[in-house]
């Protein structure tokens, strides 16, 4: 059973456009969300998080949306970049500021960023 | 500041041999934890070590996968003897809390057994 959610594997976006990865969510109980950016042969990059109790978090080029009445959430980038090209995970965890801190992981997207 | 290091980043072995890797986590970081991510799948957790005591090992399929953290530093996580589906890449990670979630990842070591 899938708790986290990426149900579309790719993504095509021209450079300048903005992309926007989603990703849904069916466990209650995670309260903390997060976005890594992962390149071939390179581990996943930290990118983005956002906790339970916002429903918006931005860091310049990239926002993460929240809607947990609908247990959805998303990732805006703006403008989108070639270097942006890379396969997104969105994660999240129970727990925050407690005792777990256990990551889940969507199967991720692949981004594509066309010049 | 260093990242988390891991050795050796590609593995190839036959099936029923054995293998070890490597995690050097990021300096001062409590927790430490190793991810399988086969092909086309996120990251999925084995282990997680808090200083070097085991906090969670629930999904560590134990009758051939083992990890040890000697020392509250570096940590090894061991496959005896490897199947086919052990293929995959296997990520260290660490973070400074349990806490905060916000885990750093190594580059990861491939391994495909044949």
């Known amino acids: 059973d899938q708790q986290v959610k990426q149900n579309s594997p790719s993504l095509s976006v021209q450079e300048g456009r903005i992309s926007i990865l989603n990703c849904d969510y069916t466990?209650?109980?995670?309260?903390?969300f997060l976005w890594y950016k992962k390149y071939p042969a390179e581990g996943p990059t930290f990118l983005i998080s956002i906790s339970s109790i916002k429903d918006k978090n931005e860091d310049g080029r990239f926002t993460v949306f929240l809607n947990k009445s609908a247990k959805h959430l998303s990732l805006h980038i703006v403008p989108s970049q070639p270097g942006d090209s890379a396969v997104y995970f969105c994660a999240a965890s129970a727990g925050y500021g407690g005792s777990q801190g256990n990551l889940i992981f969507g199967k991720g997207t692949k981004l594509s960023v066309k010049p | 500041e260093a990242g988390v290091a891991q050795s050796p980043r590609y593995k190839i072995i036959e099936k029923r041999q054995s293998v070890a890797f490597w995690c050097n986590p990021i300096?001062?970081?409590?927790?430490l934890y190793w991810y399988q991510q086969i092909l086309g799948q996120g990251p999925k957790l084995l282990i997680q070590f808090q200083n070097n005591g085991v906090v969670d090992d629930s999904q560590l399929p134990k009758d051939r996968f083992s990890a040890e953290r000697l020392k509250g530093v570096d940590s090894t996580l061991k496959i005896q003897p490897a199947k086919l589906e052990d293929s995959a890449v296997y990520l260290c990670?660490?973070?400074?809390?349990?806490?905060?979630?916000?885990?750093?990842f190594g580059p990861g070591t491939r391994l495909t057994v044949l």
């Open positions: 990670a660490s973070s400074s809390t349990r806490a905060t979630g916000t885990q750093y």
């Open positions: 300096s001062g970081h409590a927790t």
């Open positions: 466990n209650s109980m995670f309260d903390y």
